[in-house]
């Protein structure tokens, strides 16, 4: 027997420990645990491709655990076959030949989380083209892209998720900025970049903003115009600089966003996250018409649409509502850029306690998974299984429980090394696709070159 204070310490300490596992706050945990992820009022009451794993496996993802989980790219009419065609220009380096991608996406895309493993990925077997789009700062604190570090201070910041602009205009990225003067952001490059774009709005009485490249003044940008549009301007970066400032010197100025671009050919790949992004959100604050001049700017060979986390518990509307709603988004798209193509992802697994205190995958989820792989068939765009790729039902919990952990205590925001699981998942996914893709296509060709009377 311990002695008596010994055997009370023990259990004071045993009993701290286990109120911590219940509480969760023994547990790793991201500030986006606490997000309110309920849909919004609603505005609206085949066989699978074959795909084998690729030959390029620049991360060691289990073979055997890829063939075992089955075809996660569904594209049974060459619904990607504009996405492929640019990139098989882009391999072949044909110049100026540069591939672009928009990726929408909820809280994990916010963060770069998945989009920028799929980039780098990409990026490493096409060439990199530069990062693409990002913010002028921060809505949310968790926010970043990587190779890219932004701040800024002066900013009234409307998020179409969220605080949202009254007008709908809240540019390519869902973010609207408005600054008066002395409004500032600060963005520092990690690699050199060839040009980048600010992204803004022209509009009665708009300001002056001023863009500096490591302290040197590149230009000036008068907002001012006759009526509120989307307007875009382009900047050659000095060789090597790496630190940009924008500075508001005559307000009002409003913005949405910047881009940067090396020289092609490669792969520009956009990340385009909003904190409790859904199909409802896009339809209800994404004003159509500066949506769609966004969307025709940046002249994309596909558009990922990737939502539905913050939808999957709610059966009610996703039996109801979603449905309708996701047709809309993509009918807009379609409309807006219809030489693109559209690749519908689906939400990865999450996670919920049962009474018993298991973690269990909602019901709902691989419902709403399987109406949108209904949607993307019905209107001709491919679809890519996220849920499943990563394991189905139960995913979270054993991400959960293993380690290192993958997914953080709110059973939905996986952690970097979770996120890259899923990347690896997606780029395999894309790059087997345009294999198969480009084999097909030198098979018609060799067809229809055989002499006549001479075709198999």
Not at 252 to 267: L, Q, Y
Not at 294 to 304: I, K
Not at 378 to 386: H, L, V
Request: proline residues 6%.
């Amino acid at each position: 027997m311990l002695p008596k204070k010994p055997s009370l310490a023990i259990l004071t300490f045993g009993a701290l420990i286990l109120l911590l596992e219940l509480t969760n706050f023994a547990r790793p945990f991201a500030p986006t645990a606490a997000l309110d992820f309920r849909p919004r009022t609603s505005v609206a009451p085949e066989e699978p491709v074959r795909t084998r794993p690729p030959a390029l496996f620049r991360n060691k993802i289990v073979v055997e655990q890829y063939n075992s989980i089955g075809p996660n790219l569904i594209d049974q009419k060459e619904s990607l076959k504009a996405f492929y065609q640019a990139l098989w220009r882009t391999e072949a380096k044909e110049p100026g030949a540069v591939t672009r991608i928009l990726h929408y996406g909820d809280s994990p895309v916010t963060a770069d989380s998945i989009t920028g493993d799929v980039r780098s990925l990409l990026q490493e077997h096409f060439g990199d083209a530069g990062h693409g789009f990002i913010l002028i700062a921060k809505p949310w604190a968790w926010y970043g892209h990587r190779g890219v570090d932004v701040r800024g201070s002066g900013w009234h910041i409307e998020a179409a998720s969220q605080s949202r602009a009254l007008d709908g205009f809240h540019g390519l990225g869902g973010v609207s900025f408005q600054g008066s003067t002395g409004a500032s952001s600060q963005l520092v490059l990690h690699e050199d970049h060839a040009r980048m774009e600010i992204k803004y709005l022209r509009q009665p009485g708009g300001g002056l903003l001023a863009v500096q490249a490591d302290g040197a003044l590149i230009d000036k940008v008068e907002t001012d115009g006759p009526e509120k549009q989307p307007a875009f301007k382009m900047f050659d970066l000095p060789a090597g600089a790496r630190d940009i400032d924008l500075i508001v010197e005559r307000g009002p100025v409003r913005m949405f966003g910047v881009s940067f671009e090396k020289n092609g050919p490669g792969v520009i790949y956009n990340s385009l996250g909003l904190n409790g992004g859904q199909v409802q959100m896009v339809l209800r604050f994404f004003e159509k018409t500066q949506w769609a001049a966004e969307l025709q700017h940046e002249q994309p060979d596909l558009v990922v649409v990737n939502y539905g986390t913050n939808e999957s518990l709610y059966a009610d509307y996703v039996e109801r509502y979603y449905p309708g709603e996701l047709r809309e988004v993509i009918r807009r798209i379609k409309t807006a850029i219809p030489k693109a193509s559209v690749l519908v992802m689906s939400p990865m697994d999450r996670g919920e306690r049962n009474s018993l205190g298991q973690i269990i995958t909602p019901a709902t989820l691989p419902r709403l998974v399987e109406i949108q792989r209904q949607i993307a068939a019905e209107m001709s765009c491919a679809f890519f299984n996220t849920f499943q790729a990563m394991g189905g039902e139960g995913t979270m919990a054993r991400w959960y429980e293993s380690q290192p952990r993958l997914v953080s205590a709110d059973f939905i925001h996986p952690l970097p090394a979770g996120a890259k699981k899923v990347g690896v998942l997606l780029d395999q996914a894309l790059e087997s696709g345009f294999q198969q893709f480009k084999a097909r296509q030198q098979q018609r060709l060799a067809g229809h070159a055989a002499p006549k009377g001479t075709e198999q």
